[in-house]
């Protein structure tokens, strides 16, 4: 089950991607391009959620099964190390929103400071590399507008999805005793929501008590 899901949010992604590179017009008075923008973010955002699923395990027994998918849906995304994200990763799941996590920003709680210096943790020169040919292999086929707005423009807006929903409101201070010692928040049970928000992910410090809990079973945990 765990590589039939990954399987499909990567298809998915994908799909939908070569649809409206291939047949959406683009302009700015046409509301649809909105919506397709918005919905191949949240895509971009089950790519990531698939990488952390592969970094906990969860796609698959076999390891070197989630080692390829988190590979390819960390790359997909923005041409993302699934090794530095996987290895960052336990560092956070070890001693969250601590001076010891690489995804929590000591220097301010401010939304933006905090995003900038988290994606600045994670850039690389590689990264940049890959994103540029890969802008310009795009632009070659489709029109450079369209890789720019239905391409580009939805993996930084997943990003904001991502870092909000999994980041920083369930870590950022002040850390209250409810949160437990994973210093985690967790939204109220409503699984339409949860799923809309995040796939599940703001079920925050249910994540942190089982992470070898697939994101797609996650709702099953909320009491």
């Known amino acids: 089950m765990g590589i039939l899901i990954a399987s499909t949010v990567i298809l998915a992604w994908g799909g939908h991607?070569?649809?409206?590179l291939l047949y959406v017009p683009f302009s700015f008075s046409n509301p649809w391009v909105y919506v397709h923008i918005l919905v191949q973010a949240y895509l971009y955002t089950g790519l990531f959620i698939t990488g952390h699923d592969a970094m906990h395990g969860n796609i698959s027994r076999e390891k070197w099964v989630n080692t390829f998918?988190?590979?390819?849906a960390t790359r997909l995304f923005a041409g993302?190390?699934?090794k530095k994200l996987r290895r960052n990763h336990g560092l956070h799941h070890k001693d969250p929103a601590s001076g010891n996590d690489p995804d929590f920003y000591v220097g301010s709680q401010n939304f933006w400071a905090w995003w900038a210096v988290f994606m600045w943790r994670y850039l690389s020169?590689?990264?940049l590399l890959i994103m540029a040919v890969l802008f310009n292999v795009l632009s070659l086929w489709f029109d450079g507008v369209k890789v720019l707005f239905f391409w580009a423009l939805p993996a930084i807006l997943g990003t904001?999805?991502?870092?909000?929903?999994g980041?920083?409101?369930?870590h950022r201070k002040p850390h209250l005793p409810q949160m437990g010692v994973h210093r985690a928040?967790?939204?109220?049970?409503?699984?339409?929501?949860a799923m809309m928000?995040?796939?599940f992910f703001g079920y925050h410090s249910e994540h942190h008590e089982n992470p070898r809990i697939a994101w797609w079973q996650l709702h099953r945990t909320k009491q």
């Open 197 to 199: 928000s995040c796939y």
């Open 185 to 193: 928040r967790t939204q109220r049970k409503n699984h339409l929501w």
């Open 125 to 127: 020169l590689w990264q």
């Open 160 to 165: 904001f999805q991502m870092f909000w929903v």
């Open 80 to 82: 993302l190390s699934y």
């Open 167 to 170: 980041v920083y409101w369930p």
């Open 69 to 72: 998918f988190g590979n390819l």
């Open 17 to 20: 991607l070569a649809y409206i």
